[in-house]
């Protein structure tokens, strides 16, 4: 978590008790390239961290794959709209090598 915890710090000011118990909140998982961190038509209820690797967003248009975004080491990302309106994801998320995230729900 020293990843995380470094990048908190250089965006603000936290003292280390406020920041372990930030981290504590968090879990590391990790995916083999390929490997799917969400489907579409599944429930997004993540927020993560990229400790090493990276994913693709991407969703199906006329059964042809779209990358919307590409994520890699010390960034933030999630699927918001599923996340913010409780509703299913249109998108995919895919491990693009292997990678380890930090997840909160």
Do not use: C
Request: hydrophobic fraction near 40%.
């Amino acid at each position: 978590m020293d990843e995380l915890a470094s990048f908190i710090k250089s965006k603000i000011n936290i003292d280390d008790q406020d920041l372990e118990n930030i981290l504590s909140y968090f879990k590391e998982v990790s995916f083999k390239k390929d490997a799917y961190v969400l489907r579409e038509h599944h429930y997004s209820t993540n927020y993560y961290f990229v400790k090493s690797g990276g994913v693709r967003i991407w969703f199906d248009k006329g059964g042809e794959p779209v990358t919307a975004w590409l994520i890699f080491e010390n960034d933030f990302f999630s699927e918001l709209s599923g996340l913010k309106s409780g509703k299913t994801t249109r998108f995919n998320i895919q491990a693009i090598t292997d990678t380890t995230l930090l997840a909160i729900d």
